[in-house]
C-alpha cells in the first residue's frame, strides 16, 4: 500500500484564525507562559491606551498633607507589560491589575495579571 491521501498533512495546518487561545502564548515575558517572575507591588487601575505589548494604567491616590491635615488626590501612570495571551480579552477602559516584575525595559517594570471588569461594567 503506497500513501493515498493527503488528507492528514492538511490538517495539521494551523489556523491562524483563533488568536486568543492560552496554549498559543509564546511570549517569554508572561508571567504564566513564559519565564517572567513577579513579585512585589501589585496595583489595579484602569486601561487609559493600549500598544500592542504594553497597556498604561492610570489610578488616583489620595495623598495626605500634614500641614494643612487634608488630603489631595493624586493620579499615577504605570506602564505594564500586556502578555500575549491577554491581548484580546483587554481593551480600552478595563479595570486590571498589574504586579512588579523586573524591569522589561526602560518604562516597563510591571506586567498585567489580570482583568477585574471590562469597560462597560460598574
Ligand atoms: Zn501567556
Known sequence: M??????????KEKEPET??????CRDKKCHIHGNLKV???????????????RVVIEFERMIYV????RYYKSKTKIHAHLPQCM?????LGDLITVQECRPLSKII???VIKKI??????
Open 87 to 91: 491581548e484580546n480579552q483587554i481593551q
Open 109 to 111: 517594570h510591571f506586567v
Open 66 to 69: 500634614r500641614k494643612y491635615e
Open 39 to 53: 513579585r512585589g507591588r501589585i496595583f489595579e487601575g484602569r486601561v487609559t491606551k493600549k500598544f500592542k505589548d
Open 2 to 11: 503506497k500513501k493515498t491521501s493527503k488528507k492528514s498533512e492538511n490538517r
Open 19 to 24: 488568536a486568543g487561545t492560552l496554549s498559543e
Open 117 to 122: 471588569k471590562s469597560a462597560g461594567e460598574r
